[in-house]
């Protein structure tokens, strides 16, 4: 079921991807990417984010009949471009938003090409989900805010509606 994809960095060196896992969440965010490897240390490649490069037009067009759906996998690769990893991605799109990510996303060149590389931002462990800050603009963070997991030192005016394994805790503001 796993699969290693080789990557060419600019420098030369070849990295492989962790693996990579999938698990839906039933009332968070719909799907979520977990690390299927035992770990990956600070700076470690986890997956390059894949899928079809279009236009920011096209982004724009697309974008628009995303949120409807309230779904959308468009990662902005430079001033003209995007990738839509909606159809053509792979599992790393997954990977959901947090204000406290342990993930973090690199545009490099790579032979020419800008290429989107998921590296970890810390230790993470096998089963450990991926999350990377999505740089959501105002609107867009108060869409997602009541989605995102926190721990147990935050739940301060939450009411605990899951808790999970890995330490997370679902919630949802409460009505006081």
Do not use: W
Not at 108 to 128: C, H, P
Not at 136 to 154: C, I, K, L, T
């Amino acid at each position: 079921l796993y699969k290693q994809i080789l990557i060419a960095e600019s420098d030369g060196k070849i990295l492989f991807e962790k693996k990579i896992f999938i698990v839906y969440l039933i009332l968070i965010a719909g799907y979520g990417a977990f690390l299927g490897s035992p770990v990956a240390y600070p700076g470690d490649l986890i997956a390059e984010y894949t899928g079809e490069i279009i236009t920011e037009e096209e982004a724009d067009r697309r974008g628009r009949l995303y949120d409807k759906q309230a779904c959308s996998y468009l990662f902005n690769l430079d001033e003209e471009r995007c990738v839509d990893a909606r159809q053509f991605g792979n599992k790393i799109r997954f990977a959901n938003h947090s204000s406290k990510p342990n993930c973090v996303p690199k545009i490099k060149l790579v032979n020419g090409d800008y290429r989107i590389g998921i590296y970890a931002k810390q230790a993470i462990f096998q089963g450990d989900e991926l999350f990377f800050e999505y740089m959501y603009d105002a609107h867009q963070r108060q869409q997602f805010v009541n989605n995102e997991r926190v721990d147990d030192s935050e739940q301060d005016g939450l009411i605990i509606l899951k808790r999970f394994p890995d330490n997370y805790i679902l919630v949802r503001p409460s009505s006081d």
